[in-house]
């Protein structure tokens, strides 16, 4: 038990370490809000209503920086503004950078839902993010962007898929 106490806090202080480096993902460029939304796709479904869009078909949405690519996008409005977005694509892929001196974070899951408000993307169904050449997986990923912190977890039941990490060497100036 003690092991796998010390294993989990070595983990996690890894994990911290690690996504330290990731906090350019938790910021886009700061044009990036005051852009406006550019989306192409197949064809959408546009909801008066609820205020939802749907687009499908090879979609790509761009905002600034910010481009999510996926089979399928929902895009939902309130007071006229976007307040969430999923994504569902095999995979489907949210990119954005987040300074111009800043690498591209990339975030690619089976299904990837954004709460704007609350600045969370949840990543879910072989969950990825990759800055560079460093890359972290797992069953899911929740990033809440705006305050830098990271959960991952790993699959269901013995066979589930584990959190795993690669973090490569960086030169020395």
Not at 6 to 23: C, D, E, K, P, V
């Amino acid at each position: 038990m003690q092991t796998n106490k010390r294993s989990y806090h070595t983990l996690l202080s890894i994990l911290g370490a690690y996504f330290l480096g990731l906090t350019s993902f938790a910021y886009a460029l700061p044009s990036d809000k005051h852009q406006p939304i550019h989306i192409s796709a197949d064809a959408a479904q546009i909801n008066e209503k609820t205020g939802t869009t749907t687009y499908t078909g090879n979609v790509l949405m761009k905002q600034g920086s910010m481009e999510i690519k996926a089979a399928r996008i929902d895009l939902y409005r309130e007071k006229d503004s976007v307040s969430r977005i999923i994504a569902n694509g095999s995979p489907a892929n949210f990119r954005q950078q987040a300074a111009e001196d800043k690498p591209i974070t990339d975030a690619f899951g089976e299904k990837l839902d954004y709460l704007i408000a609350k600045q969370t993307i949840t990543i879910t169904g072989n969950a990825k993010v990759q800055q560079e050449s460093d890359q972290f997986t797992g069953s899911k990923i929740v990033y809440q962007m705006d305050k830098a912190i990271v959960n991952a977890y790993s699959g269901e039941g013995k066979t589930g898929q584990r959190v795993q990490m690669v973090i490569q060497p960086k030169a020395k100036p």
